[in-house]
């Protein structure tokens, strides 16, 4: 039955989305990877050429893993890890050099950050028994990790959390929830959640509470809504308007999305509160059952423009169908939602940056909204918003200016490497998707070689 809904939804919300697929390229002028220093350029370079081949990605993933096993606190290669991988997807191991980083990307013209926290507890085989103060210790030490990131993260930033990062006690718990219904969560994690939210709010930072595996995902999305209720119709920062101050993500490839979606957006509706959004389409393809995703790609790109069309534009009528009693009728953003369009998808965020600046010239009130890509990946996507944004402030009204985000982990060159390996290897077929980066860091070395030679040439 959802399944015959979401193809309903599908085929009504995409026909807004379908005159939006041919956009007019960004302005000409500076090219959009200009901004990026040359070092970077040459390692996204490397890193997307293994990552683009998934021979060379399972090799290096399965060799970096046996290091990381023996060499278990400290970078096995002598100080590479921390020129090539580290430097490329982290923000530092110290608050001084997390702070450098991210002050770093603001200059660019980056909007902010979402930070990550990389150590997280090590799960071990279940013994049957319960050692209670085991978990309590997890749960404190991702708590204080936490708090540590929301102290790092600046007014306007983003926090991400990953809730099976607090121990193998939470672990079980979500499991738990998932299969019967009948397990909260633990009250150590309660507790921690609390003190995390009311630290967020006191410094005007967001949370974003990962997407994980299937086996955990319905507990999950249940945890995030208790918080959304709570802590999502507050006035958040300066803006004299409830803001979401948590963030649940949803997977656009999982069929059963727009269903979850539209129960959470009737209870944001009837409850007054904020629903908060992070759009993704999808990593666990090829860890979870694979009934549960659209049959193929197209599929699922077309849901996640349909999905991010219905809230940009406010138009819920296309979600009636999952609801046991309709809303209401209602114009844009008649809803509250706050959305952060997670995506290295070039024509989604295109599609996304039209209909925002068709609402803008028409003088329609806009969503709270961002854009996020990881940091070292999709950077040609990323840039190209940081150069539209600063075109739209300086071009007077009817336009959009986008807030580019960019999204990286912080702690040691050890933690690090392994949390970017454990993601990798659940991510794996998103991992390998990154040959449009490789070729656009191509192309940009190109043209730094030839507009050098051009130069001396000239002298």
């Known amino acids: 039955m959802a399944s015959r809904h979401t193809r309903s939804l599908l085929r009504q919300v995409s026909t807004t989305a379908r005159p939006l697929q041919h956009q007019t390229p960004p302005p000409a002028g500076i090219p959009p990877l200009s901004i990026l220093p040359l070092s970077a ?60 980083t991210v002050a770093q990307l603001k200059q660019l013209g980056f909007a902010g950050v979402i930070l990550g926290y990389a150590r997280e507890a090590e799960t071990v085989a279940d013994t049957g028994t319960k050692d209670t103060a085991r978990a309590a210790r997890e749960i404190r030490e991702w708590a204080d990790g936490t708090l540590k990131t929301v102290d790092l993260a600046g007014d306007g930033d983003m926090v991400a959390l990953k809730l099976t990062g607090a121990g193998q006690a939470v672990v079980e718990h979500l499991l738990r929830r998932s299969t019967d219904g009948q397990a909260p969560p633990p009250p150590e994690l309660e507790e921690a959640l609390a003190e995390i939210c009311e630290r967020a709010g006191e410094r005007n930072v967001r949370l974003l509470v990962d997407a994980e595996h299937d086996a955990v995902q319905k507990a999950i999305d249940e945890w995030v809504l208790r918080l959304q ?141 961002a854009y996020a890509q990881l940091q070292g990946m999709a950077d040609d996507l990323s840039c190209e918003l940081v150069k539209e944004a600063k075109a739209a402030r300086s071009g007077g009204p009817g336009q959009e200016i986008p807030k580019p985000y960019k999204y990286l982990v912080w702690g040691s060159v050890n933690e690090c490497t392994r949390y970017l390996v454990r993601r990798a290897q659940e991510n794996r077929d998103a991992a390998c998707r990154t040959e449009d980066s490789r070729q656009a860091m191509l192309e940009e070395l190109k043209r730094r070689i030839g507009a050098a030679v051009k130069g001396r040439s000239q002298a």
């Open 229 to 369: 209720r709570q802590y999502n119709n507050r006035d958040q920062g300066p803006i004299s308007k409830p803001r979401a101050l948590v963030y649940g993500t949803y997977q656009a490839y999982r069929k059963s999305t727009p269903e979850v979606l539209a129960r959470h957006l009737a209870a944001a509706q009837s409850e007054g509160f904020v629903l908060g959004v992070k759009l993704v389409r999808g990593a666990y393809l090829g860890s979870d059952p694979r009934h549960l995703f659209w049959e193929t790609k197209q599929g699922t790109d077309e849901a996640y423009d349909a999905i991010a069309a219905a809230l940009i534009t406010g138009d819920y009528s296309k979600f009636r169908s999952f609801l046991p009693a309709q809303l209401p009728e209602m114009g844009n953003n008649a809803l509250r939602v706050d959305l952060v369009l997670a995506t290295h998808n070039r024509q989604s965020v295109r599609n996304a940056r039209a209909l925002r600046n068709q609402q803008a010239q028409a003088g329609r009130p806009l969503i709270e909204m």
């Open 41 to 100: 350029v040459v390692r996204t370079l490397a890193i997307t050429t293994i990552s683009s081949s998934p021979v060379l990605l399972n090799t290096a993933l399965r060799g970096l893993d046996k290091l990381l096993q023996r060499e278990r606190n400290a970078d096995p290669f002598g100080g590479l890890l921390r020129r090539t991988l580290y430097a490329q997807f982290c923000a530092g191991e110290t608050p001084e050099e997390v702070g450098r």
